[in-house]
Nanobody, 128 residues
Framework: QVRLVESGGGSVQAEGSLRLSCVAS????????VGWFRQGPGKEREVVAV????????HYTESVKGRFTISYDDPRNTWYLEMTSLKPEDSAMYYC?????????????????????WGQGTQVTVSS
């Protein structure tokens, strides 16, 4: 059974940095995609960044481009979200996710429902 566990959230002031980690266990195959999503109070869950490890492709939502970096450590089955120049609007619960429905089957990296595995979430709070 695949399990994802996030860590690294916390409270920082604006312009600060945080690094989130997601450790996956239970995999017997290589995941096709790993990602980070976030959900603020009263908002829908939205994609932040995804990475296709074997293809070497990454995608970011527009608001975090240039500030956030997703990376993947294959031997450790761990992925990270390096967040810099944080803004109050980045405050949210951050979730890691893995295994997306392939695009050839109608899946989308932007759509949370297309990801199979999820972590429990880690809170990020950015104060002004």
């Amino acid at each position: 059974q695949v399990r994802l566990v996030e860590s690294g959230g916390g409270s920082v002031q604006a312009e600060g940095s945080l690094r989130l980690s997601c450790v996956a266990s239970g995999y017997t195959y290589a995941t096709n995609c790993v990602g980070w999503f976030r959900q603020g109070p009263g908002k829908e869950r939205e994609v932040v960044a995804v990475k296709y490890p074997t293809k070497g492709i990454t995608h970011y939502t527009e608001s975090v481009k240039g500030r956030f970096t997703i990376s993947y450590d294959d031997p450790r089955n761990t992925w990270y979200l390096e967040m810099t120049s944080l803004k109050p609007e980045d405050s949210a619960m951050y979730y890691c996710a893995a295994d997306v429905v392939p695009t050839e089957y109608g899946g989308s990296w932007r759509r949370p429902a297309d990801f199979t595995y999820w972590g429990q979430g880690t809170q990020v709070t950015v104060s002004s």
